[in-house]
């Protein structure tokens, strides 16, 4: 796999103000190597495997998805997961840094993973075939600033769909951190002991989080800060028929606000929708 100059970065570059740093392509310059290597410390398998569940092998399964494209690998943690329940799973990452240690983990679990390096404006450039599901998690899509560019990445994943295909999105509930400032009960998604995920800056336009590592490293992405209304109107508008909306992987979340949203998005028309 072809590597690029990111991965052998020394730190981080946001530039003299980090906070106006909202670009979409930036997020190449975010996922240095360094960083990668500590994501799962962040995540931790076990911890969030345990966390989540079977939310995702249920839905699909349920749903009869076999074929899945991953467009948010990252270091593959739903990939792995999946290929080891049968599906068959592409997976797709801006970040080659990202690829190559989704790579190096499937190794660890005896998989050999179909990864491809994909822009998602231009996914289906290089990911070709249809798909019965398409996943983008880890709350990844907001690393698209740019309403434009939303909405092309979205229309992408639409295309690369079979007619009856569904998209599973995710996205922290930032709804709550804009109108009531931040807070979490629960550590579905970022697992590990002793790491810190918080924001350090946020307004409609910016959620700047800061991760530290027990080692008192930090590393910083910056983000937009999707209303969980607004996606789902954007889903609607590139053609999904019927969006099902989950609160930390409960159908009912009206008790306390979740930490995070997964809206499940159906291409074809089976009923009425939220």
């Known amino acids: 796999m072809k590597l690029n100059q990111n991965q052998t970065l020394p730190h981080q570059d946001f530039g003299l103000e980090p906070t106006e740093t909202r670009d979409t392509n930036h997020y190449t310059h975010e996922y240095i190597h360094s960083f990668v290597e500590k994501w799962d410390e962040l995540i931790d398998w076990k911890a969030r495997a345990k966390s989540e569940g079977s939310f995702f092998i249920d839905e699909l399964k349920k749903r009869g998805k076999h074929k899945i494209l991953d467009v948010a690998s990252g270091t593959g943690f739903h990939s792995v997961r999946l290929w080891k329940e049968n599906f068959e799973v592409t997976s797709v990452d801006g970040s080659p840094a990202m690829l190559a240690k989704a790579f190096e983990n499937g190794r660890k679990h005896d998989l050999i993973l179909r990864t491809v ?74 697992c590990g002991d002793n790491v810190k995920a918080e924001p350090e800056f946020v307004d409609e ?58 809206h499940i998005a159906q291409k074809s028309y089976i009923g009425s929708g939220n």
């Open 117 to 190: 390096q994909a822009d998602w404006r231009w996914l289906n450039k290089d990911v070709h075939g249809k798909f019965d599901a398409v996943i983008c998690l880890g709350n990844s899509f907001t690393h698209l600033f740019d309403e434009n560019d939303r909405r092309k990445a979205l229309a992408e994943f639409y295309a690369a769909l079979r007619h009856d295909g569904i998209l599973i999105i995710d996205q922290r509930n930032y709804d709550s951190i804009l109108d009531n400032g931040f807070s979490t009960k629960h550590t579905y998604y970022y």
């Open 205 to 262: 336009g910016l959620a700047r989080f800061c991760y530290t590592f027990p080692d008192d490293s930090k590393y910083h992405l910056n983000m937009f800060p999707l209303r969980k209304d607004y996606l789902r109107g954007l889903l609607k508008d590139v053609g999904f028929q019927t969006i099902d909306t989950y609160g930390d992987f409960q159908e009912t979340y009206h008790g306390e606000e979740p930490d995070f949203y997964i």
